[in-house]
């Protein structure tokens, strides 16, 4: 008599909009197949991410000022 060990196998595919999960486990000794498992689990909505404004636009951010080119009026004076 097998004292079975399994591995677990599954399939993911998408059908219809729900991802399928199709699972079903092996006895690494004898080869003996469980039953299949069917597990169907809706897709979150896709991830709309928030609006950063201008300066991450499609063409490029804008390069900052070098630390030599800094107006003089923006340092406090004592």
């Given amino acids: 008599m097998c004292k079975?060990?399994?591995i677990t196998k599954q399939r993911?595919?998408?059908d219809k909009g729900c991802?399928?999960?199709r699972e079903y486990d092996t006895c690494i000794f004898c080869g003996r197949k469980t039953e299949e498992r069917l597990?169907?689990?809706n897709d979150p909505p896709k991830?709309?991410?928030p609006y950063f404004g201008p300066h991450?636009?499609?063409h490029g951010a804008r390069r900052k000022k070098a630390c030599s080119?800094?107006?003089a009026t923006h340092v406090n004076k004592a």
């Fill in 4 to 6: 079975h060990a399994y």
């Fill in 12 to 14: 993911i595919y998408y």
């Fill in 19 to 21: 991802r399928v999960i």
């Fill in 39 to 41: 597990s169907y689990m």
């Fill in 47 to 49: 991830r709309k991410l």
């Fill in 56 to 58: 991450f636009n499609s």
């Fill in 69 to 71: 080119q800094v107006d």
